[in-house]
């Protein structure tokens, strides 16, 4: 091998020291070399093809578990949203009767048991609310004066009233719950101006 532009190339004096080489055995040996860098970047194409197998497997298996644990929380959701419906109904009805006892309150009856019962159903209209605490649907806020908010009102109702804003709650016939981000019920409300 030359290292430098000066190096001159030396050949044995003596052709005995030359090895005789048989062609077969040269072509057989670069042969051999080839096959072997072909196999090694044989084996390091699989490598990077299994890799890239296994980091695709992963983030399918990945979105899987996103994807199946998002439609669990919908279906949990979905389902108290449902219950709740129909148990609101009830609620509405605890309302009325604790407006309908307040109303009759003093027409002669016994005041004490006018009292007691009237404590019952409000002690009942707590603990409903209490359970729809506890499974995270609360009362959307909505009183008088109230910005109208489509998503969370259902308008029935118009009324001219100089005391409210445009587009404010005028009166609540009915109330409205929501599940975290999830409307259960709209409010049914009367709107100004």
């Given amino acids: 091998m030359l290292d430098d532009e000066n190096d001159v190339l030396e050949f044995p004096e003596d052709t005995d020291e030359i090895e005789e080489l048989d062609p077969e055995e040269v072509f057989e040996e670069v042969d051999a070399e080839e096959k072997a860098d072909d196999k090694a970047s044989d084996d390091a ?3 990077r093809e299994l ?3 296994y980091v695709r497997l992963f983030a399918e298996y990945d979105n899987f578990r996103k994807r199946t644990t998002k439609e669990k929380e919908d279906l949990y959701a979905s ?3 449902e219950v709740t419906k129909q148990w609101l109904s009830v609620l509405d009805n ?3 009767a604790i407006d309908a006892a307040k109303a009759q309150q003093g027409d002669g009856i016994d ?3 006018e009292d007691k019962m009237l404590q019952g159903l409000e002690l009942i209209k707590k603990q409903a609310q ?3 605490a506890k499974i995270d649907v609360t009362e959307i806020e909505c009183e008088r004066g109230t910005k109208f908010d489509p ?3 259902e308008a029935v109702m118009h009324t001219e009233d100089d005391s409210l804003g445009e587009n404010e709650i005028a009166q609540v016939f009915q109330k409205g719950f929501i599940l975290k981000d999830r409307v259960v019920r709209h409010a049914v409300v009367q709107v100004a101006n």
Avoid: G, S, T
């Fill in 51 to 53: 890799e890239d197998r």
């Fill in 130 to 132: 209490d359970v729809l």
């Fill in 79 to 81: 389902a108290v949203v």
């Fill in 45 to 47: 194409a699989k490598i």
């Fill in 94 to 96: 605890i309302d009325r």
């Fill in 151 to 153: 998503n969370l009102h």
């Fill in 111 to 113: 005041e004490e048991a």
